[in-house]
């Protein structure tokens, strides 16, 4: 097995400014209920995405006003890979328009060993010239690549994102199976 961080941050799409209202919406504009992957609590939302895609970082990196599609998946095999991208929209902003998002990251093996443990990852942080309702990418994606080896089953990506402005934790899992 084998779990990287990787660091990058990008943004994706809109305009406003942070505020407590914020939920994240389904196709036809109502707020998506919340799930373990998805949620907002307290005006800050964030999103966990399993994806198989190869090419996710050039679906990112693409004009504001095209919304990219990922793939998503829950299973893979020996030799493949899957990235986790982690999501978060409406942090906080100081009088600068500066926020700060910092992430605990747990990846949990099959038999309820931890192969990845870490806390108070910086996640995201800067000055936003957008709209903060924005849909924004972590600076921190993990990716999971299936080795000789790794116990075959469920595996889950927990990553709580803590605004650190706004004093709010969301607490989200993924997960995904190994399977033969």
Not at 36 to 46: L, T
Not at 135 to 151: A, H, N
Request: glycine content about 6%.
């Amino acid at each position: 097995m084998k779990i990287t961080l990787c660091s990058i941050l990008m943004l994706f799409s809109t305009l406003a400014l942070a505020d407590d209202d914020f939920s994240w919406l389904l196709e036809d504009g109502s707020p998506a209920p919340s799930t373990d992957s998805q949620k907002s609590i307290g005006g800050f939302g964030a999103w966990l995405l399993v994806t198989p895609d190869k090419d996710w970082e050039a679906k990112w990196n693409t004009p504001a006003e095209h919304v990219p599609y990922f793939s998503s998946a829950d299973e893979v095999r020996i030799g493949d890979d899957l990235t986790i991208l982690p999501f978060f929209a409406n942090p906080k902003l100081n009088d600068e328009a500066y926020f700060e998002i910092v992430c605990d990251i747990r990846v949990e093996r099959p038999d309820g060993t931890m192969s990845l443990d870490q806390s108070n990852i910086p996640c995201a942080n800067g000055i936003i010239t957008v709209d903060p309702k924005t849909i924004f990418l972590s600076q921190m994606v993990v990716k999971y690549i299936g080795e000789e080896g790794d116990p075959f089953g469920k595996w889950t990506v927990y990553v709580d994102f803590t605004d650190t402005l706004r004093g709010v934790t969301v607490p989200l899992k993924a997960s995904f199976n190994l399977i033969e």
